[in-house]
């Protein structure tokens, strides 16, 4: 047992000592060796070796005992004292591809077979290329168990320090750039093995198998070689492979060619083949339009038949001995007014957009009616023009129960009461009217003061005021004519609106009316407007900016 007093020696009388020592064991052989025997020559030589080993990992031990690890690895790479088959280069793990790539690291690194979730953690990783080889490898060196198991990659630090690099915004993007330039003879490797898989595919077996090994083949000599071999020497180099294998360059190409031939026919069946599914459902979509028109126009003839069907069952009952009166005969003129429902209700499923859009564009009034002074249960609320109900939908699924709609296109009425919504058909100054003071907590409208006439218009506002709760509110949405595009083309899509009503006028109108601390809503911008930033093209912007502003918006105002 050799015993070293540590406090009494410095690092180097310590590094000295070990050197003297490793000296002494290789002048003293075993005493049992015989020099004149080959055999037992390298059986001595084994042995010395071994000795050497122990005895530096004896004080391997005590130094760690005495907490200097460092120390410890320090002599330990100096002296280069590792079991030689601890000892790797980073072709012992390169040489391997896949899954055979994962299960050798393990084995060489960890000792064991690699666990199924390493296994596919690591699979993955590669077969993505989100880590390479090298990555994986320093990975797994340097893990807490691959430490443990005191082996050596030579070169494996300089790498793992080039991969953290990587990692640094901006010089890592031009740290990776200058070492894939360095390394682009392994990079043409990898583009060749790729480009070989996806030819696998396509080639018969024979060929298969004559591409793959040539591209693996290539991979392994483009490894071996230095980084500083030019880009030349690897084409004569493969070159001189493909010679000896009875395969000349320009058959290669030739064969490549006709690969990539075939190749081309297959995506250009590929891309016909989309086009014609895609024209299908252009085909399918226009077909439920179509399917969609007819259903409206057979909903349309249902309800404009049963109510001719009842006065038609009144009639028979009266005659010969009485007659229509009054009220009967203006109820029968009046199913005039219903002959556009079928219409509008078209328009807007082609001009407006689908529920679900709809219902995602007026999500932008829900904080408003979120900050009104009512608890949502005692909430009473009035959608003045409900049409298909998107609004009264979201407030319902927002808890809002005690909401209303109003319309006069019956279809509409019909189609919302299909919702479960709470809708009738009724003329919105009539009804307005009918209600009582302060009933109302809130009251909204979505496209409709552009179809009133002034008159209308203003009494609407009067009436709304009057039936709202102190502290209520109301919410009316209208195109913007602020948007050229808006004032001069797409509001006159409609054909039923009358004149676009400017924001400052919407809102000097609630003002009017009695409603206070109003505010305009600007909604649905166009696009995002891209100016030019030279000072001397402000008109052009002003311009820029009017084409491209808020489709839509909204005046609020509340009521003292």
Known sequence: MIEINIPSLTSDELVKKIEQEIKRAELNPAQTSSPRSTL??????????????GFAKKIGKFLQRKG?????KYIQKTFKLYPQNRVHVMSDFTKYYDEEFIKNAYN?????????????????????????????????YFSKEGREQNIVILGIKKRYIASLLYKIPLFGYMAKALFTIATLPKLIARINSHENLFYTQLQTKSSNETVSNLAKHLELELQTKSSNETVSNLAKHLESELKSSNETVSDLAKHLESELKSSNEIVSD?????????????????????????????????????????LINEAKKRLPHEVLNQEELKLITEEEKYKFDNFYIEFEDKFRGSRDEIKNRVKAYL???EKLPFKKEDIRSLDVGCGRGEWLELLQESGYIGS?????????????????????????IEYLSNQKDESLSFITGFHIIEHLPFEILMKFFEESYRVLQKGGMVIFETPNPENIVVGACNFYTDPTHLNPIPPITGEFLLQQNGFIDTDILRLNLSKEVKYIKDGSFSDVNDILFAFTKEQDYAIIGYKK
């Open 40 to 53: 037992k020559s390298y059986t001595q030589t084994n042995v010395q070796v071994n000795d050497i080993y």
């Open 270 to 310: 590929l891309v016909k083949h989309l086009e014609s599914e895609l024209q299908m459902k252009a085909n399918l979509k226009d077909f439920e339009l179509y399917m969609q028109t007819v259903n409206y126009a057979k909903e349309y003839m249902r309800l404009t038949e049963q109510t001719m069907q009842n």
């Open 367 to 369: 904080p408003y009616i």
């Open 68 to 72: 200097l690890d460092k120390l410890v």
């Open 404 to 428: 209303k709609g109003v319309d006069l296109n019956r279809m509409m009425v019909t189609k919302s009461k299909e919702f479960g919504l709470d809708v009738e058909e009724a003329d919105v």
């Open 108 to 140: 060489l690194i960890f000792y064991r077979e690699p666990d199924e979730h390493g296994k596919n953690h690591y699979l993955s990783l590669l077969r993505s290329g989100k880590l390479s080889k090298t990555e994986i490898i320093a990975s797994l």
